[in-house]
């Protein structure tokens, strides 16, 4: 402990002699205990640390101040199964041993060493302010000079907004504005999420009055009897999906951790109706976040990976509406919901393949999300859907947000996305204008700012297909092919930031998806059920 009381509040681990002397990469270890992670949590602050430290840090009302001068948020939990896995495989590459629950009483006395530390350095920063106060006054000899006052406002992240528009199109596209900055990505790549441990739901007022139309509901919901189940959720479906207060009455941390059971539940009956009833809720934007944090899309994953055919479409579109919000992008990544929805493209319910796209769509919009795909290896199937022509428009919209990422990008074109796109567009065998034009997006997307694309565009002599498009195609499909011939005829002298100036030059924006063939067609919305 040195005197000048700036303590760094990291406590080192232990290992045994069968372990190897490979140190641990630092996201692997708790930032608390110091140790390799036995059961990683994300909190509500986005940090990730073992459970048991976080329990005993809730325990002694105590938040430790981070390196980056941050308290975390201790009032939500959500397992961390992806982080787990992959530092089990590192065990096990490394020939390290796998990491032990620690010990409580262990684990406590440290954190109030940490709390008496922290205590002395806020009393020593108190001193030398005092002290750097004084000096100031008599050095300066200006007693009436105003004290500096520093504003942090540029730092700070504005707020995102996701409308759901419910105007309609006769072209299916999609709009996407400019973006401030994403939250800081997890740096471990997640695989596929298994429920196998619970989180909390933390119930604030356990004392507060309930209404009778949630008291009969929970009644039977949290009843034994399985025949009480299936009339609980079925009642629940039915008055959300036509009653907007309902849903908003009846989004409580009870009836959420009651219904999040019975998602689970191996009666086909209750499991389907308890996620058609889950997507009713989700329509409401001040739901989308609660559903989330109270640790439902673990359990949408495994729906969707093995649930029942009807159960896998409500899954689908329960993750769709919850990726609308920008609040829940990033967490349905990290909890491993990309893959399983890579593999519902394929799925045999139209429905299911359809709102896994557009889920797809809405979490790719994020840049953490566009490197997990990309990762994931997603370029070649997409690019053999389209190529099949199953989902062709809607792919093509995700491959155009991987393409705004400079790994997204060089992945599709080391996968041939070149002359794939230029081969639809020549033998004129898209099923629809909107699909041609977001087929002219994504070469748009690929030719931003890259020679590479220059070169593979002229062996698949695009600029003749191009021309074709400018003279025959939408105004939107137009405007679109002149930029990337522009692209091709001044690529490489230098331009804007390459995300949102694709996005703005082809009257793209994040909010809205729009679909539509004719003027009779409505948009595209979540619907209840």
């Known amino acids: 402990m040195g005197g000048n009381g700036k303590h760094r509040w990291k406590i080192s681990f232990h290992r045994s002699s069968s372990q190897s002397s490979k140190l641990p990469p630092k996201e692997f270890t708790c930032p608390i205990s110091g140790s390799l992670m036995s059961d990683p949590v994300v909190v509500a602050s986005g940090q990730t640390f073992d459970r048991l430290a976080v329990q005993v840090c809730k325990d002694l009302n105590f938040s430790p101040k981070q390196e980056d001068g941050t308290r975390p948020d201790f009032s939500t939990v959500i397992p961390n199964l992806a982080l787990k896995t992959t530092i089990l495989n590192w ?180 499991q389907v109706n308890a996620v058609a009833s889950l997507v009713n809720l989700s329509l409401e934007k001040q739901n989308k976040v609660k559903i989330v944090r109270s640790g439902f899309v673990p359990f949408l994953i495994d729906v969707l990976k093995g649930g029942l055919d009807e159960s896998q479409e409500h899954a689908a579109g329960a993750l769709f509406s919850l990726a609308l919000d920008d609040d829940n992008k990033m967490a349905i990544g990290v909890l491993g919901a990309l893959q399983p929805l890579i593999h519902s493209l394929r799925a045999e319910s139209d429905r299911t393949r359809h709102d896994s796209a557009l889920a797809l769509y809405h979490l790719s919009l994020v840049q953490s999300n566009r ?16 190529v099949a022509g ?4 809607r792919v093509l919209l995700i ?3 991987l393409a705004v990422c400079t790994e997204g990008r060089t992945a599709m074109l080391d996968a041939n996305a070149v002359e794939c796109l230029v081969g639809l567009l020549r033998t004129n065998e898209l099923d629809s204008e909107a699909t041609r034009e977001n087929c002219v997006a994504a070469l748009f997307a690929l030719s931003h700012r890259s020679l590479r694309f220059k070169g593979l565009a002229k062996d698949a002599r695009v600029v003749e297909v191009l021309k074709e498009v400018e003279n025959s195609g939408t105004e939107r499909a137009r405007e679109k092919a002149r930029k990337v011939l522009h692209m091709l005829r001044t690529v490489g002298d230098g331009g804007d930031d390459e995300g949102d100036e694709f996005y703005d030059s082809v009257g793209l924006t994040r909010n809205r998806y729009r679909i539509g063939a004719g003027r009779n067609h409505n948009i595209l919305n979540t619907t209840t059920f």
Not at 186 to 196: D, G, H, N, Q
Request: aromatic share 4%; charged share 25%; with cysteine.
């Open 371 to 386: 490197v997990k795909l990309v990762k994931l290896g997603v370029v070649p199937t997409l690019l053999s859907m389209v």
């Open 399 to 401: 491959l155009c947000n």
């Open 390 to 393: 199953n989902l062709a428009s």
């Open 91 to 270: 065990c096990d590459k490394s020939r390290t041993q796998h990491p032990s629950a620690p010990d409580y009483a262990s684990l406590e006395g440290r954190v109030r060493q940490a709390m008496v530390l922290s205590v002395e350095q806020s009393q020593h920063e108190e001193r030398e302010e005092r002290i750097r106060v004084s000096e100031k006054e008599l050095l300066n000899a200006v007693p009436d000079n105003p004290p500096v006052i520093f504003s942090h406002a540029a730092t700070e992240l504005s707020p995102r907004v996701n409308h759901f528009n419910s105007g309609s199109s006769s072209e299916e596209s999609v709009i996407i504005l400019p973006s401030p900055g994403t939250p800081l990505p997890f740096t471990v790549r997640p695989t596929c999420f298994s429920s196998s441990s619970s989180c909390e739901i933390e119930i604030e007022n356990p004392g507060a009055p309930v209404s009778e139309e949630e008291e009969r509901i929970l009644k039977k919901l949290k009843s034994s009897e399985v025949f009480e189940q299936e009339e609980g959720v079925i009642a629940l479906r039915k008055i959300t999906r036509s009653k907007v207060e309902a849903r908003l009455l009846l989004c409580t941390p009870r009836v959420l951790l009651a219904l999040r059971g019975l998602i689970a539940s191996r009666y086909g009956v209750v």
